[in-house]
């Protein structure tokens, strides 16, 4: 069965709720294929909040198809390390499949912020 989504706060919905059990707002339902298109949208935005909100929603998706926009979405904004990080951490917990080893690799390879690679670094060493 296809996923929906929140067109709020992107949490994975079940059918048939009148309202977000995580941001108990009214539904208004996405399918898998606008929810992404969405959020990478919302990768591109120059505020650093609505950048997080996409950031988050990718990492509940595990959404592997993600990974390069995360990683360029971290490379645009190297001196933000905080939001670097939780690329980081979004990157590891999405799968550990070839494609992410590569995207964590290139981000290793490309941040110039240290915490960053370290992190990077890190999460490699765990898989
Ligand atoms: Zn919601």
Redesign the pocket.
């Known amino acids: 069965m296809e996923k929906i989504f929140?067109?709020?706060?992107?949490?994975i919905?079940q059918t048939g709720c009148p309202t977000?059990?995580?941001?108990?707002?009214r539904?208004g339902y996405l399918s898998d294929v606008e929810s992404r298109s969405m959020l990478l949208k919302m990768l591109l935005d120059q505020r650093t909040e609505v950048r997080s909100t996409a950031i988050f929603a990718l990492g509940w998706r595990k959404d592997r198809l993600a990974a390069d926009a995360l990683v360029a979405c971290a490379l645009r904004h190297p001196s933000n390390i905080s939001q670097g990080l939780q690329i980081v951490k979004v990157l590891a917990t999405i799968d550990n499949g070839t494609p992410l080893m590569t995207a964590l690799q290139y981000l290793m390879a490309r941040h110039p912020g240290s915490e960053v690679k370290q992190a990077a670094f890190y999460a490699l060493s765990q898989h």
């Open positions: 929140c067109s709020h706060c992107f949490q919905l977000c059990p995580s941001c108990q707002q539904v």
